[in-house]
């Protein structure tokens, strides 16, 4: 059964480390941390990109096609017990999510060119994803690697996250590599402030974000990492 999208506002800012401070010192009185994200308020994620054979979502995204998706597998803090494929669907400034979770071994298969894993007529997620990869070459294309500080507030079902630490695994695709070097991909400076939300966003946490003061940028960390993995001297993210 086909999952029924629901569609959320997102901004993104690039914001320096003094605005990070001033922003997360307001917020901590207004919003609380995710409670996925533990004692330090924080975890790891390592996302996989995947892209067809025309680099079709790269291209997009640096047209600025109003209608875009993004296919990835995504894990938490380096292990193995929680893996997801997700597609990413953009309308505008408004986004949606699909998932379906991986096994270790589905995973592998993957890697391995093995994609029949896939093919599961019950999974229309994965049924695509076998598709794209059989009839468009969907592939891996670049590791992207960062820590998040998640926030979150109920009123407006509001998620705000601090992601640092940008990095890029280069030419590497093996996300469970324990000795992937991942290089910085932006300034130590840098950090991508997200902020999703359902209907709105309520104005004490407006006040806090200041968002009127700030300039909102794509910030693909997608394109920003591939740009370190160019295949043709003529490829100019």
């Known amino acids: 059964m086909k999952q029924k999208l629901k569609f959320r506002h997102e901004l993104k800012f690039m914001v320096n480390r003094h605005q990070y401070f001033v922003i997360r010192q307001r917020l901590r009185g207004l919003a609380q941390h995710d409670e996925h994200a533990g004692r330090s308020g924080e975890y790891h994620i390592r996302s996989l990109y995947f892209d067809d054979i025309d680099n079709s979502a790269l291209h997009e995204k ?5 209608g875009r998706r993004k296919y990835r597998i995504r894990i938490y803090n380096g292990r193995d017990n929680l893996i997801h494929f ?21 995973y592998d298969e993957v890697m391995a060119g093995r994609i029949e894993t896939l093919r599961n007529p019950d999974k229309p997620l994965l ?17 992207v690697d960062y820590v998040r500080e998640p926030f979150v507030c109920r009123n407006g079902n509001v998620r705000i996250t601090f992601d640092k630490e940008l990095r890029t695994g280069l030419s590497a695709l093996d996300i469970f590599d324990a000795d992937l070097r991942a290089v ?23 006040a806090a974000l200041q968002l009127e003061g700030l300039r909102q940028q794509s910030a693909s960390k997608y394109v920003i990492c591939r740009k370190y993995s160019k295949t043709n001297a003529w490829e100019d993210y």
């Open 86 to 106: 997700e597609k990413k669907i953009k309308q505008g400034d408004f986004i949606a999510k699909v998932k379906e979770p991986l096994t270790r071994e589905m």
């Open 62 to 66: 640096l047209g600025g096609v109003h």
């Open 184 to 206: 910085p991909a932006i300034d130590d400076n840098l950090i991508i402030l997200e902020v999703k939300y359902d209907g709105y966003i309520p104005e004490y946490l407006r």
């Open 127 to 143: 049924m695509e994803l076998y598709h794209e990869m059989k009839d468009r070459l969907l592939a891996p294309k670049v590791i």
